[in-house]
């Protein structure tokens, strides 16, 4: 078909590829051959068909000198999110986008929309938001069918379906076809889910419905595909409930069936969002005393109101990456640890997470109940780590379940298929703190006993990796020097690492009957942090004196 170029520079050369676009025009329309190939190529590719024929609007930049009809040009987590959505299409199975606020979700789903509409026969497409005026509104923009009206009277007419009328077959909340079946309709609050039934349905704004419970169930025999979309709202809604019982998606693989697929849209994958644009707008946001809506809007923190979280989602932030901000020189002998989190059951999931000195290199997870499997895939998650002939300190959650772990080490050791550079250790959250009797502040004579201040060992790792997350945010931030042992990297190329972020910053702190720390790792509407609880169990503890064994806790 068309050859195209990719955009390799943000921001993109905007009357470059005006220029590519007369080119591709010319080209295409030169005869009805070419017409009917371009259709046959642009129904199977979305993301090209988008950055081919579509502009997107941006009133900010009325009166200088950018223009404010811009050709959509999507920046590389963009172009994943159209991918997603059609994965999610092909699938047939649900999406959730949870986003930071100003990163062209709305119009890239409006942008599919009109895809499915053009190219994909008898296609019904659905669309609600918590408001009527946000879905429709006659020559304002800032609606859903505005825009979809906009783009549609934008194309070529030789792609608009057979019947297809910009001036009549376009009317509120309704786009349709004189012949055929495709159509785009519209619908708001508590009317959501109550017409006709839809190849997808998009719900803008998904955690600020007043009645979500309602239009969950109305939503649920009309279509087989439901994309939420959405800025975070605080815990507890149905959009938050979701997003916890969701998995990740990754670029590259098909979606699960039967499971609420989540897409991540952070400020940070925005090219034109720098470090400098969040801290301005972050100061703007302390001065004005609206701190939580900007950790809502721009940081997703679901628990921007709570308090009491152990380790904040700023500190976490800072970690990202910590390695190269800071300069760490790495060597191939350094130390390696893991941590496995086993499932207990029910739609809890397994995690590993495996890192080297204090950069975490990896975490997964997956569902899986039996723990002699879980233990034998922890096992090749680390192989890689043992071939480089060090060790491998792997420490697995012994509560429970997870004591199937053991008897399966045992076993492997009886038949002689341990591998030999990994020790397997066992890690119990209520277990009494390691050195008792050690202060909680080394050499500070007035700061408590560990064994007076932490109700157990989960208290004492997660505070530990509070510290590790505090000093790297201040040598980040303010150029504080620490050694490097007593911080934390979590590479921006990390797999998982926005589901991780969430994870680790849910956690709350308080303090029991006996006036002791202890950890609420889930609250009220959340679901285990497995990931968290990995990262936690590979950070600590490592020291070699708490144990008397691979397989024997002191």
Same mark, same amino acid.
């Given at each position: 078909?068309?050859?195209?170029t990719?955009?390799?520079q943000?921001?993109?050369?905007?009357?470059?590829?005006?220029?590519?676009?007369?080119?591709?025009?010319?080209?295409?329309f030169?005869?009805?051959?070419?017409?009917?190939?371009?259709?046959?190529?642009?129904?199977?590719?979305p993301?090209e068909?988008i950055?081919?024929?579509?502009?997107?609007?941006?009133?900010?930049n009325?009166?200088?000198?950018k223009p404010t009809?811009?050709?959509f040009?999507?920046?590389t987590?963009?172009?994943?999110?159209v991918e997603f959505l059609h994965?999610c299409?092909?699938?047939?199975?649900?999406g959730?986008i949870?986003?930071s606020?100003d990163?062209?979700?709305?119009?890239?789903?409006?942008?599919?929309s009109?895809?499915?509409f053009?190219f994909?026969?008898?296609a019904t497409?659905?669309?609600?938001?918590?408001?009527?005026?946000?879905v429709?509104q006659i020559?304002?923009?800032?609606?859903?069918?505005?825009?979809?009206?906009?783009?549609l009277?934008?194309?070529?007419?030789?792609?608009w379906p057979?019947?297809?009328d910009?001036d009549?077959?376009?009317?509120?909340?309704k786009?349709?076809?004189?012949?055929?079946g495709a159509?785009?309709?519209?619908?708001s609050?508590?009317?959501?889910?109550?017409?006709?039934?839809?190849?997808?349905?998009f719900?803008d704004e998904?955690?600020h419905?007043?009645?979500?419970?309602a239009?969950?169930?109305?939503?649920?025999?009309?279509?087989?595909?439901?994309?939420?979309?959405?800025?975070?709202?605080?815990l507890?809604?149905?959009f938050?409930?979701?997003?916890?019982?969701?998995?990740?998606?990754e670029?590259?693989?098909?979606?699960?069936r039967?499971?609420?697929?989540?897409?991540i849209?952070?400020?940070s994958d925005?090219?034109?969002?720098?470090?400098?644009?969040y801290d301005?707008r972050r100061n703007?946001?302390?001065?004005?005393?609206?701190?939580?809506?900007?950790?809502q809007?721009?940081?997703r923190?679901y628990?921007a109101?709570v308090?009491?979280?152990?380790?904040?989602?700023?500190?976490?932030?800072s970690a990202?990456?910590?390695?190269?901000?800071?300069g760490?020189?790495?060597?191939?002998?350094?130390p390696c640890? *893991?941590?496995l &989190?086993?499932?207990?059951?029910?739609g %809890?999931?397994?995690?590993?997470?495996?890192r080297?000195?204090t950069? $975490? @290199?990896s975490?997964?997870q997956?569902?899986e109940?039996d723990?002699?499997?879980?233990?034998?895939?922890a096992l090749?998650?680390?192989?890689?780590y043992?071939?480089?002939?060090r060790?491998?300190?792997l420490?697995?959650d012994s509560?429970?379940?997870?004591?199937?772990?053991?008897?399966?080490?045992?076993?492997l050791?009886?038949d002689?298929?341990?591998?030999?550079?990994?020790?397997?250790v066992s890690?119990n959250?209520g277990?009494?703190?390691?050195n008792?009797?050690?202060?909680?502040?080394?050499?500070?004579?007035q700061s408590?006993?560990?064994?007076?201040?932490?109700?157990n060992?989960?208290?004492?790792?997660?505070?530990?990796?509070r510290?590790?997350?505090?000093?790297?945010?201040r *040598?980040?931030? &303010?150029?504080v020097?620490y050694?490097r %042992?007593e911080?934390?990297?979590?590479?921006?190329?990390?797999r998982? $690492? @926005?589901t991780?972020?969430k994870?680790?910053?849910?956690?709350?702190?308080?303090?029991?009957?006996?006036?002791?720390?202890?950890?609420?790792?889930h609250p009220?509407?959340?679901?285990s942090?497995?990931?968290a609880?990995?990262?936690v169990?590979?950070?600590?503890?490592?020291?070699?004196?708490?144990y008397d064994?691979?397989?024997?806790?002191v």
């Open positions: 078909m068309l050859e195209r990719p955009a390799v943000w921001p993109p050369d905007y009357q470059h590829v005006m220029l590519e676009r007369e080119r591709k025009y010319n080209i295409m030169e005869s009805a051959e070419m017409v009917v190939a371009g259709v046959n190529y642009y129904r199977t590719h993301v068909f950055e081919d024929w579509c502009y997107t609007f941006d009133p900010r009325a009166g200088t000198d009809k811009i050709p040009i999507l920046f987590r963009q172009g994943e999110f994965e299409l092909k699938g047939e199975t649900h959730l949870e986003k606020r990163m062209g979700a709305t119009w890239l789903c409006v942008a599919f009109v895809w499915l053009l994909q026969k008898d497409v659905g669309w609600g938001s918590r408001k009527a005026a946000s429709d020559g304002d923009m800032s609606s859903i069918f505005e825009k979809i009206r906009w783009l009277r934008m194309m070529p007419p030789a792609f057979v019947g297809f910009v009549k077959t376009m009317s509120y909340m786009i349709t076809c004189a012949e055929g159509s785009i309709t519209g619908e609050g508590d009317d959501i889910g109550r017409g006709g039934r839809t190849r997808i349905y719900k998904s955690a419905y007043e009645h979500p419970e239009i969950e169930a109305a939503l649920g025999d009309t279509t087989r595909v439901q994309i939420d979309i959405s800025s975070v709202n605080g507890g809604n149905v938050h409930r979701k997003r916890e019982g969701g998995v990740e998606w670029p590259g693989k098909p979606p699960l039967g499971k609420t697929n989540v897409f849209m952070d400020w925005h090219p034109d969002k720098t470090q400098s644009w301005e703007l946001a302390v001065d004005t005393g609206l701190l939580h809506v900007f950790a809007e721009v940081d923190n628990s109101s308090e009491g979280v152990v380790i904040p989602a700023e500190w976490v932030r990202i990456d910590a390695h190269v901000k800071l760490w020189q790495e060597a191939e002998n350094d640890y *893991a941590g &989190d086993v499932a207990d059951g029910g %809890d999931r397994n995690a590993l997470a495996i080297e000195a950069v $975490l @290199r975490v997964e997956w569902g109940r723990t002699g499997i879980t233990t034998r895939r090749d998650g680390v192989a890689f043992g071939r480089k002939r060790r491998v300190r420490q697995y509560v429970g379940v997870g004591a199937g772990v053991k008897a399966e080490g045992n076993r050791n009886d002689d298929l341990m591998p030999k550079f990994v020790n397997l890690w959250a277990a009494a703190v390691l008792p009797d050690d202060r909680v502040i080394a050499d500070d004579d408590p006993l560990n064994k007076d201040f932490y109700g060992l989960k208290a004492q790792a997660w505070w530990q990796l510290l590790r997350f505090e000093r790297t945010h *040598a980040v931030r &303010d150029g020097k050694d %042992d911080l934390i990297s979590l590479p921006s190329t990390l998982l $690492l @926005r991780l972020e994870e680790l910053s849910q956690p709350t702190m308080s303090k029991n009957t006996r006036m002791k720390l202890i950890i609420d790792k009220e509407g959340t679901r942090p497995n990931l609880d990995a990262v169990m590979c950070f600590w503890p490592v020291d070699e004196l708490a064994s691979s397989f024997e806790w």
